[in-house]
């Protein structure tokens, strides 16, 4: 036996014997350029809603017992009685309204005046032959007229905008900003700094979307290796006397100092010529690590009925994905030149695995139940995202999207995504009493609708929200690009 | 021992540490709600108990996930910082869990969760149970922190745990924010003695566990902010401009003592800038845990917006129906002029780090009486921060600062 392969026997041997013997190997860190912890130069805002109540196929869509034939039939009226909840009134301004609204914050962490340049996209879909009509996969047969079909719309409106020292700022996405700040008066520092820009409210109400928002040179609106900006995004229901509001940290993507290239309009997230990414050298030849191989999220399956407080409350859960792709190009306004497959792993608390997956091309906002169903709440108790499926009432699925055949470095095809769980908030019993609007409390069964009820009807039925940023592993050989028009 | 057996006995060690090497990661100095770590730190868990009047009862969901492909142990420690006449319990409460490759498990605070193999199909303990994990007692506020552990329970360097809370009101209310993961460096866990953690890993020394973040970033409306959809869209539960919203910082120091039950002490600054690029500032000292309405940080009393009496916090004014407990602070709407601002939170430079998560209340003006609860939503976030403690503090006199933490030795 030659000493070299004396050399392999002996290593292997050793080695097995080491990960045999050992608790547990060590896992292999390998970072990503994707962050929710630190300012970035990037930042995405994954989800962002806007609904007036509008109406939509002949109900109020915030209010779905209200019978409609326009918008305005949806909006607090006095007719005796107020439209809305039925409650008393001797005017409109004694009725409840109904709203979701997304309230941006943004802020530079830095200490010198910096700018940004923002996308918003609305990625509404429309019908076919009604493209005034907003609609989704799972409604478009009853409020798109007959035969038509829902079309995936990706639109994106651009502004710029300066920020001075360490400045905070926040908007509706629904009204906007029209004047910043300090578009007029002076900041606190020397020279004194002004705000530039102003921000658009948003193109279409009902809203769905995104933003996206990189730092560029505050005089050439250039591209920038600075990382100054973070941001938060709350969405908030109010319908009646009824109050919900989740918050998530905007997903940011870091800049590499000193490594902005000619070519300032392709933003390289990773890959060979990364302009934007984190250095790799766990990898053989080191690289700079772009957008997340692999997403991971622990969550509860669908229709989980999660019991809290001492065994005293029970309500079921649901939850959403919201998944856009690293890659966008806003000069030729397409999101996603190809379209990616997500690979899912989902591992309940028995440690059995299952696997689904799914193509995304601009922007997807889903049920998990709907990953392996049809859309719609129809055939999500044969889902494997389903909590009767699996058995167990969490489960953590690995997300991995399909990456392209690498000719230049450049498709990852990688996605970022943000969790969205819905929680029973109505509360069953026919023997709660209504007062002021509420009923009686402690409840013990919390509902979306009758049918979660053991007994008598779901009062003040509805649903309480989270949002919560999805975790990251790993990052890939290929990068991403994001494209920008320059100014 | 012959020559040949000796040069394989020399490769075969080679061989050894070209593997070792190839397991061994290399983390960022950082701690982290992004990605997995070996220290999962719940900063913010309650169980209330029973509702009272005007104020629901809220219970926390802890979920927690293997990231790898092996068994991993953790050990867990529940800290109750319940203030009985107002001093801090800082009780341990400890437990160790096992999850099998890649998986998920969760409990209930109020519940605990038991080992009970014949648990039915879909119900709470369906699964694989990790563990005896015991119920927190009521009015638990404390927090959680598990600690990745070998099978002989010494700590242990894979950065293979992940895992969030949610906490429910009884009215359906919830909010959730992600665990704070520590990152070990594998080649320094253990260190010596093992049950020391230290906090010491930077960018500029080579350490165990990555050192606390050095400043916190807090973007937040500010205290009393009107909420801006309920006072344009639903006007009629927002009368006389009350339906405020409020941010709430749970701090907990990074140093903790569960050998010798020792509680640390942090003093923090917060540095405020409103959207007018005004400055404000403002201390604060954290007694092993503290949680508290940005507003309580430097005007512990105030007046209920409805008859003005004094008030210590909203629930005093909102079961009296007096309105909302309105604070002169540095953080509040009348004094800082704009709805949102950038607060920095800092510790002092003699004193270690924090661990921070926040949650902010959206109230409308829905007066409760005997039978009302609701009249908010929560929302929670995890925070940014920047800079390590190891690294700021490497100048300074008595730097640098390095957090501990002591889990119990084993006997």
Redesign the interface.
């Known amino acids: 036996m030659s000493?070299k392969m004396?050399?392999?026997r002996?290593?292997?041997?050793?080695?097995a014997i080491?990960i045999a013997t050992g608790?547990?190997?060590?896992?292999?860190?390998d970072?990503?350029g994707?962050?929710?912890?630190?300012?970035t130069a990037i930042v995405l805002y994954p989800r962002l809603k806007v609904d007036?109540n509008a109406c939509q196929g002949g109900f109020c869509s915030l209010t779905p017992d209200v019978a409609c034939t326009g918008n305005s039939d949806c909006q607090?009226r006095c007719d005796g009685t107020c439209n809305l909840d039925g409650s008393a009134c001797t005017s409109n301004?004694?009725?409840?309204?109904?709203?979701?609204?997304t309230?941006v914050?943004l802020?530079n962490?830095s200490e010198f005046l910096t700018k940004v340049h923002c996308f918003y996209t609305n990625t509404n879909s429309h019908c076919s032959n009604s493209p005034s009509t907003i609609c989704t996969d799972a409604d478009f047969r009853t409020v798109c007229p007959l035969g038509g079909l829902c079309v995936p719309g990706w639109q994106e409106t651009d502004f710029r905008l300066t920020l001075?020292?360490?400045?905070?700022?926040?908007w509706?996405v629904n009204?906007g900003l029209p004047s910043l700040?300090?578009a007029t008066?002076p900041?606190?520092?020397s020279p004194p700094?002004f705000n530039e820009g102003n921000i658009p409210a948003a193109p279409e109400v009902p809203f769905t979307g995104e933003l996206l928002c990189v730092e560029v040179d505050t005089a050439t609106e250039l591209p920038t290796d600075r990382n100054d900006y973070?941001?938060?995004a709350?969405t908030?229901?109010?319908?009646?006397?009824?109050?919900?509001?989740?918050?998530?940290?905007a997903i940011g993507i870091k800049a590499i100092e000193g490594a902005q290239d000619g070519n300032p309009n392709v933003l390289n997230i990773g890959g060979p010529n990364a302009e934007y990414g984190?250095f790799n050298?766990?990898v053989d030849p080191p690289r700079f690590g772009g957008c997340p191989n692999v997403l991971?999220l622990?969550h509860f399956f669908d229709g989980a009925?999660?019991?809290?407080?001492?065994?005293?409350?029970e309500?079921k859960v649901t939850s959403e994905l919201t998944l856009v792709p690293c890659q966008n190009d806003y000069l030729n306004q397409t999101a996603n030149g190809n379209i990616t497959t997500i690979q899912f792993l989902i591992?309940?608390?028995?440690?059995q695995?299952f696997s689904t997956s799914t193509k995304l091309n601009c922007y997807k906002e889903i049920q998990l139940s709907d990953i392996d169903t049809l859309p719609g709440p129809a055939g999500n108790n044969f889902s494997i995202f389903s909590?009767?499926v699996q058995?167990?009432?969490?489960?953590?699925s690995?997300l991995r999207s399909v990456a392209g055949p690498n000719l230049d470095g450049y498709d990852g095809r990688t996605i970022l995504a943000l969790l969205t769980?819905n929680?029973?908030?109505?509360?069953c019993g026919a023997d709660a009493?209504s007062?002021?609007?509420?009923?009686?409390?402690?409840?013990d069964q919390?509902c979306f609708t009758d049918d979660d009820c053991f007994r008598g009807t779901c009062q003040h039925a509805?649903?309480?929200?989270?949002?919560?940023?999805v975790?990251?592993?790993g990052s890939r050989d290929q990068g991403d690009q994001i494209i920008i028009p320059l100014p | 021992m012959s020559k040949a057996l000796g040069m394989r006995c020399v490769w075969g060690l080679c061989g050894v540490l070209v593997c070792v090497l190839a397991l061994a990661s290399v983390t960022r100095a950082e701690v982290s709600t992004d990605v997995s770590g070996s220290v999962l730190v719940f900063p913010k868990v309650l169980w209330t108990g029973p509702m009272t009047l005007g104020e629901p009862s809220r219970d926390t969901v802890i979920e927690i996930s293997n990231t790898s492909n092996n068994l991993v142990h953790a050990h867990c420690f529940y800290v109750n910082a319940q203030r009985v006449n107002g001093v801090p319990l800082w009780q341990i409460t400890d437990f160790t869990i096992w999850l099998t490759r890649q998986q998920p498990t969760h409990w209930v605070a109020s519940q605990g969760r038991s080992v009970n193999p014949s648990d039915s199909f879909g119900t709470d303990g369906a699964g694989l149970d990790p563990g005896a994990i015991p119920p927190v007692p009521f009015g638990f506020e404390g927090e959680l922190k598990c600690v990745q552990i070998d099978a002989s329970g010494t700590p242990f360097g894979g950065n293979n745990l992940k895992g969030e809370a949610l906490i429910r009101s009884d009215d359906g209310d919830v909010s959730k924010a992600n665990a704070i993961a520590i990152l070990a460096n594998p080649d320094l866990v253990p260190g010596d003695p093992s049950n020391i953690l230290r906090l010491d890993n930077s960018v500029l020394n080579d350490g165990e566990y990555n050192s606390c973040p050095n400043t916190w970033m807090l973007d937040h409306f500010v205290d009393g902010a009107t909420n801006p959809v309920i006072e344009e869209h639903n006007e009629a539960w927002c009368s006389d401009d009350e339906c405020p919203i409020r941010t709430y910082l749970t701090l907990v120091p990074c140093t903790q003592d569960f050998e010798n039950v020792s509680p640390a002490t942090v003093t923090v600054q917060f540095a405020i800038v409103n959207e007018l690029e005004q400055v404000f500032s403002a201390s604060t000292t954290v007694d092993c845990y503290s949680t508290f309405r940005l507003a309580d940080v430097d005007a512990p009393t105030g007046k209920c917006s409805g008859d003005g009496d004094t008030c210590l916090s909203d629930y005093d004014c909102i079961q009296s129906s007096d309105g909302f407990c309105e604070k002169a602070s540095v953080f509040s709407l009348g004094n800082l002029g704009s709805s949102t601002a950038f607060t920095r939170i800092t510790p002092v430079d003699v004193d270690g780090g924090v661990l921070a998560v926040a949650e902010e209340v959206h109230y409308n003006n829905n007066n409760p009486d005997d039978t009302q609860t609701t009249n908010r939503a929560w929302a929670a976030w995890n925070p940014q921060a920047t800079g390590n403690r190891y690294d700021a503090t490497l100048d300074s006199p008595n730097g640098p600062v390095v957090d501990v933490i002591t889990i119990p030795q084993g006997f």
């Not at chain 1, 591992?347 to 440690?351: G, H, L, T, V």
């Not at chain 1, 058995?391 to 953590?396: A, V």
């Not at chain 1, 509805?462 to 940023?469: K, R």
């Open positions: 000493t004396g050399f392999w002996w290593a292997l041997a050793s080695a080491l608790t547990a190997g060590a896992h292999v860190i970072p990503t994707v962050t929710t912890d630190e300012p007036l607090p301004s004694d009725c409840p309204g109904a709203a979701v609204d309230i914050q802020t962490t001075t020292k360490r400045q905070p700022i926040s509706s009204d700040p300090l008066i900041g606190q520092g700094q973070k941001g938060e709350s908030i229901k109010t319908i009646a006397s009824q109050i919900d509001a989740n918050k998530y940290n984190v050298d766990q991971t622990n009925d999660v019991i809290t407080h001492d065994g005293n409350v309500g591992f309940n608390e028995f440690e695995r909590a009767g058995g167990t009432l969490t489960g953590m690995r769980e929680w029973a908030s109505g509360v009493t007062s002021g609007g509420y009923p009686e409390y402690p409840a919390l509805g649903s309480s929200t989270t949002s919560s940023n975790q990251f592993q």
